[in-house]
Nanobody
């Protein structure tokens, strides 16, 4: 059964940290583009970070400008889990965060690349 389950969301004060986890079942994450997206009320879904296997089986990460230097995406292929470490959180990071998977890349941070989605985890940052 193909499934993505996010966890690790919560409430934190500005400047704090959270780590989101995405437990994947049904396919190997190393063969897919894996992304984290977020959506705040009244706003479009935004690509935050993506990880994928490039040449020589090296993992590459891409980030939205708004989170570069603060967020880090990683994966554990053996456990089939994707992580998003979020540091120096800001109030504007408040959103529902979604894990997603896809294989036909349009853009690594484009929602059109991803056709498998989790249910989301809420992140709330208070200033």
């Amino acid at each position: 059964q193909v499934q993505l389950v996010e966890s690790g969301g919560g409430s934190v004060q500005a400047g704090g940290s959270l780590r989101l986890s995405c437990v994947v079942s049904g396919f190997p994450i190393s063969n897919y583009y894996m992304g984290w997206f977020r959506q705040a009320p009244g706003k479009e879904r935004e690509g935050v970070a993506a990880i994928y296997t490039g040449n020589w089986r090296t993992a590459y990460g891409d980030y939205a400008d708004s989170v570069k230097g603060r967020f880090a995406i990683s994966r554990d292929n053996a456990k089939n889990i994707v992580y998003l470490q979020m540091d120096s959180l800001k109030a504007e990071d408040t959103a529902m965060y979604y894990c997603a998977a896809g294989r036909s890349v349009v853009g690594t941070l484009s929602p059109r690349t991803y056709n498998i989605w989790g249910q989301g985890a809420q992140v709330t940052v208070s200033s």
